[in-house]
């Protein structure tokens, strides 16, 4: 079966330690695959606030996820403590992406990598909107 390989891009954006809570585990007792999206959520989170942002006012715009890839590379089980490291994807007049690679702090391993891509999108008429101008590309 042809499996998509995310590649991680050169450019870090941010780095948090995040710990894997019992309600992070699934009925195989680890990591369960939606709860790797909600990490990634948490880290994007903590990384826009470092920007003085929200995803509901990103500079300017608030952003939708339009898409999620996944990678499991590893276990992760209740009370480890991961490495969630941001990259910079790609980025164009809608949009951009944001990619994730979650470690085990103690043992190093990789557990994920993860894929997003964020759209501008005005919530007052439900739909995608262009860049705001007030988002220089090398501001994040």
Request: with cysteine; net charge neutral.
């Amino acid at each position: 079966m042809a499996r998509i390989k995310l590649t991680l891009p050169e450019k870090k954006l941010f780095e948090t330690v995040l710990p894997i809570q019992i309600n992070h585990i699934n009925y195989g007792n680890h990591l369960g695959h939606d709860q790797v999206l909600t990490l990634c959520q948490e880290a994007r989170l903590q990384y826009f606030k470092k920007l003085g942002q929200t995803e509901l006012q990103f500079f300017g715009a608030a952003i939708i996820i339009t898409e999620a890839v996944l990678n499991y590379l590893g276990e992760g089980f209740h009370g480890d403590q991961l490495t969630c490291t941001l990259f910079q994807g790609d980025q164009g007049p809608r949009g951009f992406e944001i990619y994730y690679q979650l470690s085990n702090l103690t043992s190093g391993k990789k557990v994920a990598r993860v894929k997003t891509s964020l759209a501008y999108y005005d919530y007052q008429n439900q739909t995608l909107t262009s860049l705001p101008q007030e988002l220089q590309l090398t501001q994040f």
